[in-house]
């Protein structure tokens, strides 16, 4: 499988709802953050996401 990794804002702003309601269905292994840190993160550049044909995932640099 191919996928991409996205790290602007321009690229993943489309993608941060879907991540914010992963992280919301898993967040026994994410904890909880609200949507806007998310965005704020984003908007940092520091939250990047890979984008696939299969899938949707995400990290937080360190």
Do not use: C, H
């Amino acid at each position: 499988m191919s996928y991409s990794i996205l790290k602007s804002y321009n690229d993943i702003s489309d993608y941060i709802s879907q991540v914010s309601l992963i992280a919301d269905e898993n967040k026994e292994s994410f904890g909880f953050l609200p949507k806007a840190t998310y965005d704020q993160m984003a908007a940092k550049n520091q939250l990047w996401v890979a984008v696939g044909s299969r899938m949707i995932d995400y990290t937080l640099p360190k």
